[in-house]
């Protein structure tokens, strides 16, 4: 029996169409994906079902009964809760304190809460201290406290927008357990994920959207992920060695041969130069402790590690958002080791943040503005902006990097998640001069499209001479791409692999701390 039916849903922003014509059943019990590259209506679907938008045509009925909920809390009390990518919790409040939050009522009490939390932790494993606070825990367990929040009142379809894009792998596999038991309790879920080893993993059913339709909705018994992806990103898969593959590869093989391998036989002399980097933070713990790094001309390093032993830091460093305790860092004879971020872009720096959001763009700008920032002066005369030139170079640009957007003077915000990197990708490999790249997570969060179309462009800045630095927690990615992974575990760098001699196995026991042999 379906839980949701929609039939004929359309959404429609301005002259924009994000959904036309959607039909689709959720049933009882499954685990239903939400596959797409971004901007393809997944999130203004889940919004749709969770009440954030009301449709501009089709129908919604849920459990048999008309469903038109004018906002989220008549959705919530028809039995449908949602996890946005974006945690809506108070940081300095407790769990409890978080849970309590929209639930007042004459006879509901803390303790309520805490024995609701405790029922939850016996059924689905989600167990968390009711009195830590929210800013002390880890994303994986304030995730776990809004998925907790979902549960408290015993829903009966549970959306999940992007649960994954920024949890380690033992956060992930805890999320999947928690939808499989979910859905086994005679609940739906409907998971948007870009990850595709997840969907293989747990869905039921998956069903692809692109540019606002429906192209197929497939049952994930025996299905073939490669055509899931066709499906999604409209062409075939490449060849074994390059990213998209790797990105599809859900049996966690080593790429045959590294599409890294196109490029030189060996790097040029040394753009970047980290010596003895140190770094504490403020409560005086070690995160980077020691740390020597060369990076060459016309070569792409990849920094792997598990998340929190110094690659976050490190990437802060480089952007010259943090200054390190002691040690030097050169770039083509310059040192810019505690510089600012203008005087390290001066250097002929670029920088992809890990943090697209806080750090790379100002979402309330519009594009042409954002590619631009820091080069106003480009485009003054006599103190007077001529917009309609940099609205001119940035058409050109976008047309350059395949940013995909109705024009320059669209906001930030208002693009995909893929749209906006390819942006902050665009202007930092546009900088004049340019020596070095640091991309730190360039991918995270991005379709499998996007990620091809990224690494495309790094690839060839590296083949034009650029030296790269690329921070990530992918490691398939980092071995289709680097011709060289250093590994970094507690803040030290503990051993490195060139290209061809890559091993998942090797790989992984430095990132544990064994020292490679």
């Known amino acids: 029996m379906a839980v949701l039916e929609l039939s004929g849903l359309t959404k429609r922003f301005g002259a924009f169409t994000a959904l036309d014509d959607i039909s689709l059943q959720i049933e ?6 939400l596959l797409g590259e971004n901007g393809a209506g997944k999130s203004t679907l889940c919004n749709l079902v969770f009440g954030v938008h009301r449709p501009d045509a089709g129908t919604m009925t849920l459990g048999g009964e008309p469903f038109h909920p004018r906002g989220p809390a008549e959705a ?19 769990v409890a304190e978080n849970l309590m939050l929209g639930r007042a009522s004459a006879v509901l009490k803390p303790q309520d ?45 549970l959306v999940l927008d992007e649960p994954t894009a920024v949890l380690q792998p033992d956060e992930i596999d805890a999320l999947l357990a928690i939808c499989r038991q979910v859905a086994l309790r005679g609940k739906s879920v409907i998971l948007v994920t870009h990850k595709l080893g997840e969907i293989s993993r747990v869905a039921d059913r998956t069903t692809v959207l692109r540019q606002g339709r429906i192209i197929e909705t497939v049952a994930m018994e025996g299905a073939d992920i490669r055509s899931l992806v066709r499906s999604m990103v409209g062409r075939d898969v490449q060849s074994a060695g390059s990213v998209l593959a790797a990105a599809v590869d859900i049996e966690g093989k080593t790429p045959a041969k590294p599409s890294s391998a196109a490029g030189p036989a060996s790097p040029g002399e040394a753009v970047l ?14 995160r980077l402790d020691g740390l020597s790094l060369t990076v060459g001309t016309g070569e792409i390093v990849g920094i792997a590690g598990v998340e929190g032993n110094g690659q976050t830091e ?6 010259g958002l943090a200054a390190p305790s002691a040690g030097a860092i050169v770039v083509r004879g310059t040192p810019v080791g505690g510089r600012t971020p203008q005087e390290i872009t001066d250097a002929g720096v670029g920088i992809v ?20 920032l820091g080069a106003i002066g480009k485009f003054s005369r006599f103190g007077l902006l001529d917009k309609s030139a940099r609205r001119k170079a940035a058409e050109a640009m976008m047309r350059d990097f395949d940013v995909r957007a109705s024009s320059p003077d669209v906001s930030m915000a208002s693009l995909s998640g ?22 730190a997570q360039p991918t995270r969060g991005l379709d499998v499209g996007a990620i091809e179309a990224v690494y495309n462009r790094i690839r060839a800045a590296r083949d034009d001479g650029l030296g790269v630095l690329l921070i990530s927690s992918e490691l398939e990615e980092l071995m289709a791409v680097s011709d060289r992974i ?5 803040g030290k760098l503990v051993g490195e692999l060139a290209a061809g001699s890559f091993s998942r196995e090797a790989i992984g026991a430095m990132m544990s701390g064994h020292a490679h042999v």
């Open 76 to 94: 919530l009390q028809r039995g449908v809760v949602m996890v946005h990518q974006h945690f809506s919790l108070v940081p300095n409040m407790s």
């Open 273 to 286: 130069k980290i010596s003895d980097l140190v770094y504490r933070d403020p409560h005086g713990v070690p």
């Open 418 to 439: 893929g749209n906006q990197q390819k942006a902050v990708l665009a202007r930092e490999l546009s900088l004049d001069p340019l020596v070095f790249l640091l991309a």
């Open 314 to 319: 490190l990437g802060l460093i480089l952007a």
């Open 28 to 33: 009882r019990g499954e685990v239903h994906c």
């Open 353 to 372: 943040p890990e943090d697209r959001h806080a750090v790379a763009c100002i979402k309330e700008l519009s594009v042409a503005e954002n590619l631009y």
């Open 113 to 157: 809460i805490i024995v609701r939390m405790e029922q939850l932790a016996a059924e689905y494993g989600l167990e968390i201290d009711p009195e830590a606070r929210i800013e002390d825990l880890s994303v994986g367990e304030r995730q776990r406290v809004e998925i907790i929040k979902c549960l408290l009142g015993d829903p009966q379809l």
């Open 486 to 490: 250093a590994v970094i575990y507690r």
